[in-house]
């Protein structure tokens, strides 16, 4: 905690900087700070190391990840706990044959549900991981928010889930060296070895219960509770192919080129999306490891619609493309997690979010009547079977 307060103190100064008007997603909040500052910030808190010098980890890998909270006894996990990846929810749940319980499983990676869309190697696969810090695993530990029967009792209670203001969620993508090694040349012509990944990349040794294995993070989202339908952030690594496809690169804060457009021919490489002095800066000061300027905001999302009413969108070349089956320009963070919730039984909704197909702008309230919203939170449908 002295940490982030200490990081917190040190941005206080870029408050005051002139912000870029950016094209797309990411918004000025009601305090005159952009979105996309608001991500860089929130980056340099969860990537700063851990300081456990037993462990090669960074912040968010301390915290709780779906498989620490959604079981029958909740915990936060043990320092030093072997990373364990799982399959993409929002892949698997495109493949339900019932209604209740979705099984993922844990401990390793499957086939993306479109890897052709990004040219992936047919033989890869892509881990996941999605972990939630300490305000946010404590609130939904407290009121029972990981168990059918907690739900229901929510549910019963008209408890209005509302996540604490200091809660921040996090998900990733990661691919196996080789298997990254595999794509770069397959798709970019790229030739990279191990040495050359683990300076390019942030790696770590992921284990599946058995074996373990050196993975990649090749993208990430995470979600800060800073307004009440949070602030979305999408980063991606910059030799990711593809990953400005459609929608374009939008950062009014970290980088040169604020507004990247999209190119006519897909899984292109769109560069290194060279950083601002603010935001080198920023890194410098909160101690944070160089391997993440190799990283790019996509963009930033804090609602639902546009000025002109037309939906915000926001996707991932690999998350939602690749990983999920949902095309980048049919993607909206806030929408998808608006529709988390759960009805009198403790069930979860996904069944009936996947069934429409990629929603976008404003929700559409009679699709929850009989639910009771999660304040955005997916996790409850990785709850395990009753």
């Given at each position: 905690?002295?940490?982030?307060?200490?990081?917190?103190?040190?941005?206080?100064?870029?408050?005051?900087?002139?912000?870029?008007?950016?094209?797309?997603?990411?918004?000025?909040?009601?305090?005159?700070?952009?979105s996309d500052m608001i991500a860089w910030q929130t980056l340099a808190?969860?990537?700063?190391?851990?300081?456990?010098?037993?462990?090669?980890?960074?912040?968010?890998?301390?915290?709780?990840?779906?498989?620490?909270?959604?079981?029958?006894?909740?915990?936060?996990?043990?320092?030093?706990?072997?990373?364990?990846?799982?399959?993409?929810?929002?892949?698997?749940?495109?493949?339900?044959?019932?209604?209740?319980?979705?099984?993922?499983?844990?401990?390793?990676?499957?086939?993306?549900?479109?890897?052709?869309?990004?040219?992936?190697?047919?033989?890869?696969?892509?881990?996941?991981?999605?972990?939630?810090?300490?305000?946010?695993?404590?609130?939904?530990?407290?009121?029972?928010?990981?168990?059918?029967?907690?739900?229901?009792?929510?549910?019963?209670?008209?408890?209005?889930?509302?996540?604490?203001?200091?809660?921040?969620?996090?998900?990733?993508?990661?691919?196996?060296?080789?298997?990254?090694?595999?794509?770069?040349?397959?798709?970019?012509?790229?030739?990279?070895?191990?040495?050359?990944?683990?300076?390019?990349?942030?790696?770590?040794?992921?284990?599946?219960?058995?074996?373990?294995?050196?993975?990649?993070?090749?993208?990430?989202?995470?979600?800060?509770?800073?307004?009440?339908?949070?602030?979305?952030?999408?980063?991606?690594?910059?030799?990711?192919?593809?990953?400005?496809?459609?929608?374009?690169?939008?950062?009014?804060?970290?980088?040169?080129?604020?507004?990247?457009?999209?190119?006519?021919?897909?899984?292109?490489?769109?560069?290194?999306?060279?950083?601002?002095?603010?935001?080198?800066?920023?890194?410098?000061?909160?101690?944070?490891?160089?391997?993440?300027?190799?990283?790019?905001?996509?963009?930033?999302?804090?609602?639902?619609?546009?000025?002109d009413g037309k939906p915000t969108i926001l996707g991932d070349s690999?998350?939602?493309?690749?990983?999920?089956?949902?095309?980048?320009?049919?993607?909206?963070?806030?929408?998808?997690?608006?529709?988390?919730?759960?009805?009198?039984?403790?069930?979860?909704?996904?069944?009936?979010?996947?069934?429409?197909?990629?929603?976008?702008?404003?929700?559409?309230?009679?699709?929850?009547?009989?639910?009771?919203?999660?304040?955005?939170?997916?996790?409850?449908?990785?709850?395990p079977p009753r």
């Amino acid at each position: 905690m002295r940490r982030f307060a200490g990081i917190a103190a040190i941005l206080v100064v870029f408050l005051l900087l002139p912000v870029g008007q950016a094209s797309a997603q990411g918004a000025r909040l009601p305090w005159g700070q952009s979105s996309d500052m608001i991500a860089w910030q929130t980056l340099a808190q969860i990537m700063a190391p851990a300081g456990n010098p037993a462990a090669h980890n960074v912040e968010f890998e301390t915290w709780a990840s779906d498989q620490d909270i959604y079981q029958t006894s909740p915990h936060w996990p043990v320092p030093g706990t072997p990373k364990r990846l799982q399959e993409s929810l929002f892949g698997s749940g495109h493949n339900l044959s019932g209604p209740y319980p979705l099984t993922i499983s844990a401990g390793g990676c499957a086939p993306p549900a479109d890897g052709p869309a990004g040219q992936f190697p047919p033989n890869a696969c892509i881990g996941e991981e999605v972990r939630r810090n300490f305000a946010s695993f404590q609130y939904i530990v407290s009121n029972g928010l990981y168990s059918y029967a907690g739900l229901a009792q929510a549910f019963r209670s008209k408890l209005k889930v509302d996540m604490p203001a200091d809660a921040v969620e996090f998900k990733g993508d990661w691919v196996k060296v080789s298997d990254l090694i595999a794509w770069l040349r397959r798709s970019e012509g790229i030739t990279l070895d191990a040495a050359a990944v683990r300076k390019n990349y942030y790696v770590n040794t992921v284990s599946d219960g058995t074996k373990t294995a050196e993975y990649a993070l090749v993208s990430f989202h995470f979600s800060t509770k800073q307004i009440k339908d949070w602030v979305w952030a999408d980063f991606e690594h910059r030799l990711n192919p593809g990953r400005c496809d459609d929608i374009g690169c939008h950062d009014s804060f970290g980088a040169v080129d604020a507004d990247v457009p999209s190119r006519r021919t897909a899984n292109q490489n769109y560069g290194e999306c060279r950083k601002t002095v603010k935001l080198l800066a920023l890194l410098s000061n909160g101690g944070i490891a160089p391997v993440w300027q190799n990283y790019c905001l996509k963009g930033s999302q804090v609602t639902f619609v546009q000025p002109d009413g037309k939906p915000t969108i926001l996707g991932d070349s690999v998350i939602e493309r690749m990983d999920a089956l949902t095309p980048v320009t049919q993607s909206s963070c806030t929408t998808c997690h608006a529709y988390a919730a759960f009805d009198k039984n403790g069930n979860h909704g996904l069944i009936n979010f996947v069934a429409r197909a990629h929603p976008v702008g404003d929700v559409d309230r009679s699709q929850l009547r009989g639910y009771t919203q999660n304040d955005f939170v997916w996790g409850i449908a990785k709850m395990p079977p009753r």
